[in-house]
């Protein structure tokens, strides 16, 4: 039950950040894994461009420890190198520098967490972070709240892409509030992406359908019970919900619809 | 951003009804299209091996008209004759009598609904029909209302499958009751098939994520600004559907989840 | 916080069931309390004045251990015995002949549940028993799914209400599908009743908007932490919901909208 | 259908805002309806006992022209002054001054939207706007996007109260994110109002029951087709939901909850 047909309209449909293009649009992360080769074959069942690193988490750099870079190409995968675990605006912009003195990456992921247990973006310290990094020349992908003038803000400062929750990290509820991330399409110049939240496919979908350009994850895939069968639905997922949105999907319609209001009188009952 | 690469796993990954084996789980209609043309690019696309044929409304027959068997190969798809527009047992049992005579079919699908606007299944001349179609040595799928019990009696019967209604026909509404056509999947021995309702991509995944054996649509395609397009989007899906279904997707999780009861005192406030 | 003023057009809100007329909406059980004392409280906070008696679990008419009547004045509410536990229509009919030679009672609730796990209306038995009971001379109301030709069926065999299932019993799961109750609502002459589902105050007001005339629950208030506060809970709730539909809801509406197509070019972007 | 008994349990569960202490939790404005006599009806029908007033559009001292005064008691109800209609801090700080020298105000209402369409809170004004407020002792309830960090900084930094949106102003969508309205209120010391976002009765008793102080609302009632009677309806809703989650809801359970995987095998099909 695979394989879709490749035509000459799909290839079209690229997305572009920071000046590189890609096919696909499902970001997925590098960690959470029960070990390397697991992460390694997960993500090449993804079909992924970008994968996220958390230069804080990750071996890039002891050739004695097992190293990402063995399971997952840094010529074929675009690496994204992003600030989990930081804090503060200034972990953040330093685990980037140190990060771009290690492995050259200018393109990167920002995300400032609050603390537990909600981890939500810290969107002061994220402005504070992006001010500092996009000064030292570095091209942000900015993970962010779902506000609209947040996002907006981030854009007009110069971010190359904004990435709003779906759901808070880690949790797996879907896309909690589709009526923000659709206004942050709409009032968008730069790629949006749909950056944690989602939990099985048709979350995915979801997304997609809302009009976002790409989709990040990783404990949806790093968490289910086979991590390798579901980045191949991930992937699935994401084409489907992409083409549903280029597509237009049939109007929503029923007689006893309950979300209009129902007129005494008009439908002939007291 | 195409092509998912066919691997041994999904190739075994086969469902079977009244005997036949299948590897697509989407079974589409072969109405409401513009024209026959666009009608088989866009059952092409969706990778179907089943096509549902409205015997009353098709033709079937007439060498001069455009017929349907010279867009959509008999040879490649497995017909599946139904009773759409029949609202009486009686009619849909005289339509798929004239069906078998005509083609042969006999393994068919049952639909006898009830009066508009709402064109709900209607059940009891569904089991009526059911009985004289049974006698008369068909093969029946069986188009229901989302009813455990009335599910379970279908089966009992001796339907080949059963198929309960995600949302009203042409509604595009999505999947209304997950926890009926839940109760129906766990409590069912024969394939279970989500049929009516689904409106766009993330609809057909979340059924197949219920764990149904297939999903059948028409208008969602056919009703689509680009039905091609959107018949792809559907193939890809089910596939995802299916592949997060199998996969086991990752548990619920958030501090702040809204649907545990929040107990004053233990949280901190007044 | 409390006491609504009590004006005229309120006085004149009522509704009626076998000619029987009621200014409450909410009608309730009397079983899973802690006791009968807790069950009396808890009644007399709901401001009902229908309360359903399972005829097979309660002790009716046994001296020597406490009696529901003492608790639960059949003075000053209606019983109305119900089927609770019977699996058969044999039983059903059985039970409520018992009910009305014991207590005289003639309006009754007909249940006939499926088997456990998912103790779904078993609609065949359902009509099979109220064919009996009628011609018995009862009247019916009668808990059923939420299958729009069902309930008009039930409606034209006699049934004096038709009561179709929010959710399963004892799931506290909310309505799950507010489509077919409205249309349950939309094509019905008699009275419709929500039974079964709630859990908690917004499902209660939830099914009053979707203009049904009552709302039927137990384990939402007898489960309940404070089973009496929450009694009073589902009394304003039913009564918030009622307005609310009598006085005609605001339209929704909101630019960013994620169920209307987002359609590129329009907003745009690509 | 109506009055609640008032027992003492109630009249003890008020909830406090700068030092005033209230019984009602319900808080209206007092914009968009017809005229200023059905502002007044409506308003008495809530039960409220604050009461927002847009500084900018109402007029509080043309004695030639209708005044609310005359409908509104300020004697009776706490008016709450807004910046309703100021885009930028600037405009708020002043008119709230302007609204302190005319009235006397001291404990006022701060939003600043973002531009139309999406009238967004626009969190970086509010924050600079709450400084300069609290700068010139001004006690501050502050309405503000659905972010935890955001709410919890506001309360450092002073407000008095935090009362982040359901859905955008004037969509009638209902609450939109309840689990960060949930961790709003789980990580405040000072009392969380939704505000904005309530369509329907439903809705004010979801906002509630998700344990929050107090709902705000303004157009779920004016633009009612009925307001008055919605007043009432949303007087009962508030007290059904802040009664139900002081009475703790029932556990929400079923056999067949698809929210909870569905594991292949321990079911018994394939």
Redesign the interface.
Known sequence: ???????A??LD??WEVAGLRF???LIVGTGRYKDLEETGRAID?S?AEIVTVAVRRVNLGDPAAPMLQDFVDPKRYTYLPNTAGCFTAQDAVRTLRLAREAGGWNLVKLEVL?P???L?????ATFEALEALLKDGFQVMVYC??????AK?LEEMGAVAVMPLG??I????GI????????I?????VPVLVDAGV????????AM???CDAVLMN??IA?????V??A????????????????????????????S????GV?G?N
Chains 1, 2, 3, 4 share one sequence.
Do not use: W
């Open positions: 039950m695979d394989t879709i047909p490749t035509t309209a799909t449909d690229t096919r696909s649009r069942a079909g609050g537990p247990p909600f939500y973006p810290d969107m002061r709240s779902d506000d609209p003038i947040a803000r759901a808070p880690g949790s797996g509820l909690q509030n589709p009526v923000m991330i659709r206004a399409i709409e009032n968008a110049k939990g099985t496919a048709s979350d995915a979908a979801l359908e809302l009009g404990s949806a968490h289910a019970r086979e991590p069968r579901m191949r639905a991930m992937k699935a997922a994401v084409e489907a919900g992409r083409h549903a949105f280029l597509a237009g999907r049939m109007p929503r319609q029923y007689a006893a619809d309950p979300s209001p129902l007129h005494a439908i009952r």
